[in-house]
């Protein structure tokens, strides 16, 4: 086809040990508080995104997971931000019409960052076609437009949202703490729990939040900050057990969010919960066989009841083992990736 440009990406996950909850600028997502994440780039957990322009296209449009999809407004806004940084050599492109192909090969909507893969996989692929130098833009800030956590799936490792503090946004963005090499021995056991969409998004459920939760504004304005600079030296001391610490607290006082939510929002479920009490009991077993750490696995969760657990290479056979063991009907998946490992499940586990 005469004048077609076409490129394929992919993006990955990520799951955060200091929660993002609540906007202090919707339009914008700017956020209430700073978050910190793991990029879990493995094969099975990840969008992948097809942008098509010609000048014979006559609509934008948009097919997600092999559906045609309406055009939602921050995907809109990522590609309006996007072209307005074109580079000189692609300007005739702009006035091209798209064709975005995005497929995830996980659960949509259901607590795995299908928003967060998604969208940086959107932005990442729009700047490959319209010729953006990344070393002028930050993309960062161009995937926090379509979906805050975006803004983190745009670094592997350990990444770091900065909240900023401008009404404009422009110094709320991602930075990378450490790459995954920091520590190679970090894992994560993803355990999929439902493939269900969730009842209310992240999007609405976090602005519920902001308007009904005390517990909400008090976190964001007390304990997060210092929650963010005690993970990053956790992180660089590959401190487990200070990182296990603040992430199952952190896990605990999002639901607890959650709850406080008037109407209250329910992620996780009876599965989830087990998960957690399995979780608290294999730490205490560990330190009765002698462990020197208090925390051998460490559980999160997202706005979803699918469970993350992280825990280091030295444990994880035994911990996989113990999983198939009490949730029996688990079907595996079992790949090999870094810096994580994922075990995921294509059934409910208690149906
Ligand atoms: P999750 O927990 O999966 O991130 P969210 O409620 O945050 O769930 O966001 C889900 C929404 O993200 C979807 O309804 C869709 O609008 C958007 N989304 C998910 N995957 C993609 C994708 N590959 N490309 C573009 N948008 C996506
Ligand atoms: C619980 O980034 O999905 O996963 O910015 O409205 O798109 P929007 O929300 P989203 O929220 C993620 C919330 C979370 C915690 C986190 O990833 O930090
Ligand atoms: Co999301």
């Not at 934008?60 to 940084?85: S, V």
Request: hydrophobic share 40%; aromatic share 10%.
């Amino acid at each position: 086809m005469e004048g077609l440009v076409m490129k394929t990406c992919e993006g990955p996950v990520n799951i955060a040990v200091i929660k993002y909850w609540g906007k202090r600028n919707d339009e914008l997502i700017l956020p209430m508080n700073d978050s910190l994440s793991v990029t879990l780039h493995v094969d099975h957990l990840r969008s992948r995104t097809t942008i098509a322009c010609s000048p014979v296209f006559k609509e934008d449009e948009f097919w997600l997971n092999g559906k045609p999809f309406p055009i939602n407004e921050r995907m809109r806004t990522c590609i309006e931000e996007a072209k307005k940084h074109i580079s000189e050599e692609k300007k005739e492109l702009s006035k091209y019409k798209l064709r975005i192909c995005s497929e995830n090969n996980f659960a949509t909507a259901a607590g795995l960052a299908s928003s967060a893969a998604g969208f940086a996989c959107l932005v990442y692929c729009l700047a490959q076609v319209y010729g953006i130098d990344e070393k002028v833009v930050d993309l960062t800030i161009l995937a926090r437009r379509g979906s805050g956590s975006a803004c983190r799936s745009i670094y592997g490792g350990f990444v770091w949202w900065q909240k900023g503090t401008s009404d404009d946004g422009h110094d709320s963005k991602a930075v990378q703490v450490a790459s995954e090499a920091r520590w190679p021995e970090l894992r994560a056991v993803i355990l999929v729990v439902s493939h269900k969409q969730k009842d209310v998004s992240s999007k609405d459920g976090m602005k519920r939040s902001r308007e009904t939760s005390q517990l909400l504004h008090f976190r964001s304005k007390q304990i997060v900050q210092q929650r963010i600079e005690s993970m990053i030296k956790a992180i660089n001391a590959k401190d487990f057990d200070a990182f296990a610490e603040i992430t199952m607290k952190e896990s605990n006082q999002f639901h607890a969010v959650a709850l406080d939510t008037f109407p209250p929002c329910f992620y996780m479920n009876d599965v989830s919960r087990n998960v957690i009490d399995l979780v608290n009991k294999y730490n205490a077993y560990k330190v009765d066989m002698g462990s020197s750490t208090r925390y051998s696995a460490a559980y999160t969760f997202d706005a979803g009841p699918n469970a993350c657990i992280y825990l280091q290479d030295k444990d994880l056979s035994e911990f996989l083992s113990i999983i198939v063991s009490s949730f029996p009907s688990i079907e595996k998946e079992y790949v090999r990736g870094l810096p994580v490992e994922v075990v995921s499940s294509s059934v409910d586990i208690f149906p």
